[in-house]
C-alpha cells in the first residue's frame, strides 16, 4: 500500500538558516511524483516543488530544494536561508502515474524564530 | 498554473443545515477534486468531480453527504449536507496539471467551515 511518512510534528529554525523537514514514502509502483506543499494559516496549499522517480537530479526551486534518496524512499525538503513568513505547515504528497489520486502526509508545522 | 477562487472562504453553521461550497477555475480543466481536512489532519480525498456525470467517491464518502455537481469545465460545487460538529474541516476544492509522472495539484484557498 502506498503511503507518506512525516516524522516531525513540529520543527523550529532560526531565521536566515536552513531547515530540513524530513518525508519517506512507500510504493511499489516504480513511477510515482513526490510533492511539497506549504499551507499557511489561512488554509490555502501552495505547491513547493516536485520530483519525479526517474528524475536523475534533485530538484530545486529557489531557496527550497528536495533531498531525493531513492533507494532509501526518502524526499526531504531543504529550505535555505528561513525567513519569518515560511512559519507555516508542509505536506509532503505523492503521486502515482496516470493517476490523480495524492497521498498526503501528516504534515510538519515549521516555526521561523526572529 | 490554474486560478482557483472558493467560497466562501469560512462560515459557521447550525447543525442539521446544508451548506454549498463553490469552485471557479480561470481556465478549463479536466480533473477538479474536492479534499477534506479535519483539524490537525491531513488532506484525505472526498471525491472526483466529473464534468457530465455523477462525481466518484473515495470509500467512506457517499453522495447524499457530500453531493457534487460539475456542469462545465470550470466550475463545481460541493454541497455537505445535514451537518454535524464533526464535519467541521477546511474543505479543498483542487483541479490536476499534468507535470511529468506526478499531476500537480492545483489548490482554492479553503473553505473553513465550524459548525456548532
Known amino acids: 500500500a502506498q503511503k507518506i511518512t512525516q516524522t516531525q510534528p513540529g520543527m523550529f529554525v532560526q531565521e536566515k538558516e536552513a531547515v530540513t523537514l524530513d518525508c519517506t514514502y512507500d510504493t511499489s509502483d516504480p513511477s510515482y511524483g513526490l510533492f511539497w506543499y506549504k499551507q499557511p494559516s489561512s488554509g490555502e496549499m501552495i505547491f513547493l516543488i516536485y520530483q519525479g522517480s526517474y528524475d536523475q537530479q534533485n530538484a530545486t526551486e529557489g531557496r527550497y530544494s528536495l533531498n531525493f534518496q531513492k533507494a532509501r524512499k526518502s524526499a526531504n525538503l531543504v529550505i535555505s536561508a528561513s525567513q519569518l513568513g515560511d512559519s507555516a505547515m508542509y505536506f509532503c504528497?505523492?503521486?502515482?502515474?496516470?493517476?490523480?489520486?495524492?497521498?498526503f502526509g501528516t504534515g510538519t508545522r515549521l516555526k521561523v524564530l526572529a | 498554473s490554474a486560478v482557483i477562487s472558493q467560497k466562501p472562504s469560512r462560515d459557521i453553521c447550525q447543525r442539521g443545515t446544508s451548506l454549498t461550497i463553490q469552485c471557479q477555475v480561470d481556465s478549463q480543466v479536466t480533473m477538479m477534486f474536492w479534499y477534506r481536512q479535519q483539524p490537525g489532519q491531513s488532506l484525505t480525498l472526498i471525491a472526483t468531480a466529473n464534468q457530465g456525470s455523477e462525481a466518484t467517491y473515495e470509500s467512506g464518502f457517499v453522495i447524499d453527504k457530500f453531493p457534487i455537481s460539475r456542469p462545465n469545465l470550470t466550475f463545481s460545487t460541493l454541497t455537505v449536507s445535514n451537518m454535524s460538529p464533526e464535519d467541521s474541516s477546511i474543505y479543498l476544492c483542487?483541479?490536476?496539471?499534468?507535470?511529468?509522472?506526478?499531476?500537480?495539484?492545483?489548490f482554492g484557498s479553503g473553505t473553513q467551515l465550524s459548525v456548532l
Open positions: 504528497a505523492m503521486g502515482l502515474s496516470g493517476t490523480y489520486k495524492y497521498i
Open positions: 483542487s483541479v490536476g496539471d499534468v507535470m511529468g509522472l506526478g499531476e500537480k495539484l492545483f
